[in-house]
C-alpha cells in the first residue's frame, strides 16, 4: 500500500514539473501547461479517492500499521 502512494506522489510531483518545463519553452503559447497541470489536480484526486476508499476498506488505518 505504501508502495502505491509513493509512486502515486511521485507521479503527481512529475506532472507539476513537466508544467513547469512547458511554460518556460512555451512561453504562452499553446496550452499544454493547462493540460498538465490538469492532469496533475486528476492525480491528486485519484490519491486521495484511492486513500478514502482504502481506508473504508480497511486496508489502512490512522496512526499507521
Not at 17 to 37: E, H, K, P, Q, S
Amino acid at each position: 500500500m505504501r508502495a502505491i502512494v509513493i509512486i502515486a506522489l511521485c507521479a503527481v510531483v512529475a506532472a507539476l514539473f513537466t508544467a513547469l518545463v512547458f511554460l518556460y519553452r512555451d512561453r504562452g503559447r499553446g496550452n499544454r501547461v493547462v493540460i498538465a497541470l490538469a492532469a496533475r489536480v486528476l492525480l491528486s484526486m485519484a490519491l486521495i479517492g484511492f486513500l478514502v476508499f482504502s481506508w473504508r476498506m480497511g486496508w489502512i488505518r490512522p496512526g499507521g500499521p
